[in-house]
């Protein structure tokens, strides 16, 4: 039931809180030397370290417990019908309890979403072709969050693939104007809006119009 408070607020429960982040696929080793590909939502940087959630039962999560390279890739809004095509597969085996019925199990997820994989420079799991930013990286700490039901990882990121026409020309600068993260909101995809003003620390310079 929800109810006012004096500021005219409503208090709420939601059942998540997905508040506008940015939709990840990570790539893992499995332990068979095969790849999971997988979609996440709870991920954020800070320097050169992206700290990420993931559910504890996950092939992910398990991965990188025994094999610590990943590449997370951020896909592009126009993408976002090849993450939906993930989002109801598991690269684990059986199907955790707490995913059946709801989860089914996929050995080839890049064939499941119609995604391909290309090569990466300094980790063994590959990049997500199509992707215009794709971080290697080598998670360097796991520990279970304050529930018990998921694990943080922070990954050290390791080498940044980036597309060209994303990149101001000369540097080494991913051009706002030009990019656009796919954003998972309150489990709704979403693209950038138009740019409202910038950082006094940004170092990009604004394109003319």
Known sequence: MTTH????????????????????????????????????????????VVVMG???SSQTAHNLMERPDLVINLPAPEQWTAV??????????????EKQGLYRYENDKFEAAGLRPEPSGLVRPPRVA?????????????????????????SRVLRVHAAPHIVVPGTDHVDPAAW?????????????????????????????S
Not at 84 to 97: D, F, I, N, Q, S
Not at 137 to 145: K, M, N, V, Y
Not at 198 to 204: C, G, K, V
């Open 180 to 208: 656009s993260p796919l954003i998972y909101n309150f489990r709704h995809y979403h693209g950038l809006g138009p740019e409202l003003g910038r950082s006094f620390r940004s170092e990009t310079t604004r394109r003319a």
């Open 5 to 48: 408070t004096d500021d005219g607020h409503l208090v709420i429960s939601p059942n998540i809180l997905y508040f506008g982040t940015p939709v990840v696929l990570l790539t893992t080793e499995n332990g068979d030397a095969g790849i999971n590909l997988a979609p996440i939502s709870s991920a954020w940087a800070l320097g050169q």
């Open 130 to 154: 199509g992707c215009p930013l794709q971080l290697e990286a080598r998670a360097e700490g796991i520990r279970p969050d304050g529930t018990g039901g998921f694990l943080i990882v922070e």
């Open 54 to 56: 993931l559910a504890r």
């Open 84 to 97: 939906e095509r993930l989002a109801p597969l598991t690269g684990r085996h059986p199907v955790p309890a």
